[in-house]
């Protein structure tokens, strides 16, 4: 077994690991509104979120010095 693999097995086993302790439901509310999951569902949008505006601040800050240089 090479090493990427063993890195990917051991990932995979402390995701499950991490959703298995985490299935308690939790309730967000946010101004007029209240949703109820599953709190490692909570982590992993917030997460997927965080990542989605890293890139796009990202890309616009790396768009800007390209602007500034030309």
Do not use: D, P
């Not at 985490?22 to 309730?27: M, W």
């Not at 709190?39 to 616009?60: C, D, K, N, T």
Request: charged share 10%; no cysteine.
């Amino acid at each position: 077994m090479n090493y990427k693999m063993l890195t990917v097995l051991v990932l995979a086993i402390l995701v499950v690991l991490f959703i298995i302790q985490n299935v308690a439901v939790v309730e967000i509310e946010f101004l007029f509104w209240s949703v109820q999951m599953s709190r490692s569902l909570l982590i992993f949008i917030l997460l997927a979120v965080g990542f989605v505006i890293g890139w796009f601040v990202h890309s616009y800050f790396k768009h800007k010095k390209t602007r500034v240089n030309q």
